[in-house]
C-alpha cells in the first residue's frame, strides 16, 4: 500500500526511527491472511503473547496471524474480541483478586470499563511492518523514544489544533494504548507494560504510539509539515554555552598561564 510505505519514510526521515512502524488489522475474512504470515501455533508449535507478535513484526520484520488459540496472555484475548468476560463468571471473579485493585467493587468496575471489541466480531489479528504490509491497516502501532513522540506530537498539532489526550495504566499496554485506536479512532500513548519489557525484549525506554486509521491521512500532512518546516526531530539539539561560567581558581590558573580569564564563580566551602 503506497500510505503505509510513505508513512514508513517519513518516519525514518521525521525521527529517525530504528525499527519500521507495525500495521495492525483485525481479521474478519482469513482470505485475507498473507500466505506469509506466521501463525504461531501451526508454525512454530507454540503459543505467543501478543506483545511477542508485536516484536516479531517489529524487530525481525516478520508478518505475524494470531488466532484466539495462538494466544498466551488473557488480557488480549478480552480486548480483541476473542472471548467474553462478564461479570460474575468464574473468569470475571478469577481476575478480581490480581488485577492490582484492593476493593473488589472498584476492581470490578475496572474490568468492567476496560476498552475491549466485540466478542466474536474477529477472527485474529494480523501484524506486519508498515513499509512492507501489502493491506491496510486499521491502526499503525510506533514504538519510538519519548524526545521521539515529542517530534511527532508537534506535527500532529498542526493538523488537530490541540493537544492529545491519553489514558495510561501500568500494565496491559496492549489494551489501554491501542484497543480504543479501533473502537474510537484516537490517537493513544502507551509504556510497555511488564510483559513486553520482560517477555517480548522491549526497551524500557520505549513509548509506543498508535494511530488509528481514520487518523492516517491526517497524520501523514503532521509528519510533511515538520519536514517542510525544516523541524525533524535531528533539529532539536541541546545548546552548548561557550565561555561558560567556571570556578575562581580556573582564572587564577589560566591567568598564570597567560590565558584567557571569563566568568566565574566560587564552590561554596572551597573558596
Not at 481479521?27 to 491472511?33: K, L, M, S
Not at 524487530?59 to 476473542?82: I, N, S
Not at 495510561?168 to 519489557?197: H, M, N, Q
Not at 581558581?249 to 566560587?266: H, Q, T
Request: aromatic residues 10%; hydrophobic residues 40%; charged residues 25%.
Amino acid at each position: 500500500m503506497e500510505q503505509n510505505k510513505r508513512i514508513s519514510e517519513l518516519l525514518r526521515s521525521t525521527i529517525g526511527q530504528r525499527y519500521d512502524a507495525m500495521a495492525l488489522k483485525m481479521i474478519t475474512d482469513e482470505a485475507e491472511v498473507p500466505e506469509n504470515a506466521v501463525c504461531p501455533l501451526r508454525d512454530l508449535g507454540q503459543h505467543l503473547a501478543l506483545c511477542q507478535a508485536f516484536a516479531l513484526s517489529r524487530r525481525e520484520g516478520k508478518t505475524v496471524y494470531m488466532q484466539k488459540q495462538d494466544h498466551w496472555c488473557w488480557a488480549p484475548l478480552f480486548a480483541y474480541g476473542h472471548v467474553e468476560l462478564e461479570k460474575g463468571t468464574p473468569e470475571f471473579n478469577e481476575l478480581l483478586p490480581v488485577i492490582g485493585i484492593f476493593d473488589p467493587d472498584a476492581a470490578a468496575a475496572f474490568i468492567e470499563r476496560m476498552p475491549h471489541l466485540p466478542a466474536g466480531m474477529y477472527k485474529g489479528i494480523l501484524t506486519a511492518p508498515l513499509g512492507k504490509a501489502d493491506f491496510e491497516p486499521d491502526a499503525v502501532i510506533i514504538n519510538c523514544r519519548n524526545a521521539e513522540l515529542r517530534t511527532i506530537l508537534f506535527g500532529i498539532k498542526t493538523q488537530t489544533g490541540t493537544t492529545m489526550k491519553t489514558e495510561f495504566d501500568a500494565i496491559d499496554s496492549c489494551v489501554w494504548g491501542i484497543v480504543p485506536s479501533l473502537t474510537k479512532d484516537e490517537y493513544r500513548v502507551s509504556f510497555p507494560d511488564p510483559g513486553d519489557f520482560s517477555r517480548a525484549g522491549t526497551s524500557e525506554d520505549d513509548v509506543i504510539l498508535s494511530v488509528p486509521k481514520a487518523k492516517l491521512e491526517e497524520f501523514e500532512r503532521g509528519l510533511e509539515s515538520l519536514n517542510h518546516m525544516g523541524m525533524p526531530h535531528s533539529f532539536f539539539q541541546p545548546g552548548m554555552e561557550y565561555d561558560f561560567a567556571r570556578p575562581t581558581f580556573y582564572n587564577r590558573m589560566f591567568k598564570s598561564w597567560g590565558l584567557d580569564e571569563g566568568k566565574s564563580f566560587k564552590i561554596p566551602g572551597l573558596e
